[in-house]
Nanobody, 126 residues
């Protein structure tokens, strides 16, 4: 059974950095598309960044481009998200996700997600 467990959330001031990790079990993480999503209070869950299988392609929401970097550690079966220059609007519950496929057309809506982690909280103060 696939399990996704997030870690690395916390509280930082604006301009700070955090690194999220998602430990994948139940299958080799490198063979599937994985991504990060987030949900702020009162808002819908949204796509943040996705990595295709084997990490050949990546995609980012426009609001995080140039600040966030998604990566894989195949030896540890993990997916990571390095978040730099954090802004108060980045505050949300961040979820690791296994997608059904990597979309070449950029369809990374939640309908593309097959498994979710439980989430890790990121808080950014101004």
């Amino acid at each position: 059974q696939v399990q996704l467990v997030e870690s690395g959330g916390g509280s930082v001031q604006a301009g700070g950095s955090l690194r999220l990790s998602c430990t994948v079990s139940g299958l080799p993480s490198n063979i599937v598309a994985l991504g990060w999503y987030r949900q702020a209070p009162g808002k819908e869950r949204e796509f943040v960044s996705v990595s295709s299988n084997y990490g050949r392609d990546t995609s980012y929401h426009t609001s995080v481009k140039g600040r966030f970097t998604i990566s894989r550690d195949n030896a540890k079966n993990t997916l990571n998200l390095q978040m730099n220059n954090l802004k108060p609007e980045d505050k949300a519950l961040y979820y690791c996700a296994k997608l059904s496929t990597y979309s070449d057309t950029g369809n990374f809506t939640t309908s593309n997600v097959r498994f979710w982690g439980r989430g890790t909280q990121v808080t950014v103060s101004s």
